[in-house]
Structures are given as structure tokens and as C-alpha cells.
């Protein structure tokens, strides 16, 4: 069983930038792939970026060029810059993990990922 912890959430205002960060513990072994996720009020989870073990990424549209995600090197920690941020950001985020190779694509493809954190609120504001 493992837990995944984040923060670095907070207010700011728009322009700035904050780095959110996911530390995995309670498992011997390193997630495959990771990701960050946002939910905005009355709205399902959406991915935001993604990496996996090999460090192959994705980003959604909204973020290319301001979000750059990133994991250290034991690949088990996550972390998300975020940059010139903007009030469309405001959202919580989570944190994400899939430990087994083959099922990355699909939790990738359906946002059913095995782990999660308990989310780091970020509020943007004009």
C-alpha cells in the first residue's frame, strides 16, 4: 500500500508561480508513472501532465509552456512549476500513481489511477 502526500499549493496572484510537490512512501517499490491532476468546483478530475518512469510527458493544452512537471532522481517523487498562473487555474490538484507498467495507458486514458493524494488546494487571483 502506498501514500502519496503533496503541497506547495496556495494563493497567489496572477502571473506568479507555484511548485507543487508528491512524495510516494509506504511502498518498497518506484510508481511507473505519475501524474498531476485538477478539479474545479462541480467539475470531474481533469490530467494536467503526466510522466512515466522513462520520462516521456504529456501536458494539456491549457498548461503547454507555463507547467512543467517533473521526478527526482529515485523517480519517487513528483513535482509540478507552475508558471505565469492564471485565475482559470484555480482548482485542487492531486497527485497520482500507477505502479504497474501496463496499466499506465489505461489509468492514463480513463484518469483510474491506483493511488492518490489528498489534493493541494491553488487559488489564482486577477
Known amino acids: 500500500q502506498a501514500d502519496l502526500v503533496e503541497a506547495g499549493g496556495g494563493s497567489v496572484q496572477s502571473g506568479g508561480s507555484l511548485r507543487l510537490s508528491c512524495a510516494t512512501s509506504g511502498s518498497a517499490y518506484t510508481p511507473y508513472c505519475m501524474a498531476w491532476f485538477r478539479q474545479f468546483p462541480g467539475k470531474v478530475r481533469e490530467l494536467v501532465a503526466s510522466?512515466?518512469?522513462?520520462?516521456?510527458?504529456t501536458y494539456t493544452d491549457s498548461v503547454k509552456g507555463r507547467f512543467t512537471i517533473s521526478r527526482d532522481n529515485g523517480k519517487r517523487n513528483l513535482y509540478l512549476q507552475m508558471n505565469n498562473l492564471k485565475p482559470d487555474d484555480t482548482a485542487m490538484y492531486y497527485c497520482a500513481a500507477e505502479f504497474v507498467r501496463s496499466y499506465c495507458s489505461g489509468s492514463l486514458r480513463n484518469g483510474n489511477f491506483g493511488y492518490w493524494g489528498q489534493g493541494t488546494q491553488v487559488t489564482v487571483s486577477s
Open positions: 510522466m512515466d518512469y522513462d520520462g516521456r510527458t
